[in-house]
């Protein structure tokens, strides 16, 4: 899913050099030997520069695969902060916790297994970010549920808003129209300022006003 010129990406990956570490490297094989979708280092470090600027102490992930996404949050919270990992599949908590925890950040991580919308109803309080990655269909009903738990201040990101670039075409399978109507439910918010950075498959980034 990378609608971007593949030396440019190739580019941009390049300098995130800097975030390399063993375990970090372990999970981009099994990612890339298993054709799992993870959202990869430069989003990584998007995820991990937004979550900074807002400083995120809580953040919800929706959707969060082996922990991955989570790890790029999970450095900017901090060792008093929480990540908040939801996944439908178990067999992802056992591999997030141990990654997690080999990566130094298991302490402020807690993954809830099930339905992450469900997961989402079911936790207390505000969030600084809720960041949803889970199964297209799901994205509308996904930012109706996240927009008012988010303080003010805090983000609603989102991947793969670009959908390699079908969202652009004539496309009309069920998933495309699904993130369509996402998009544009995100930027008809008006408690919201929105911008989509067209990195990999496009993230968008909401802040609450
Ligand atoms: C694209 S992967 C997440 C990758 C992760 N964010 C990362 O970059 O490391 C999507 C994950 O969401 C899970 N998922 C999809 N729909 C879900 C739902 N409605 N509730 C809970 N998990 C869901 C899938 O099991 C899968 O592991």
Known sequence: MNFLDAAVSDYMADLCKRFEHPVLVEMEK????????????TVGAALLTFASAV?????????????????????????????ILTDGDSANQEKATDYLSRLGVGDRCRFVVGDALESLGNEQGEFDIVYCDIDKHDYPRAFASARQRIRSGGLYMCDNVLWSGRVATDDADEWTQAIRTHNEAVYGADDFLPVIVPIRDGVVVALKK
């Open 30 to 41: 099994q990612a890339s030997e298993e054709g799992f979708p993870i959202v990869g280092r």
């Open 55 to 83: 400083g995120a102490r809580r953040v919800m992930e929706l959707g969060s695969g082996f922990g991955y996404s989570a790890y790029w949050f999970a450095q900017a919270v901090g060792q008093q902060g929480e990540v």
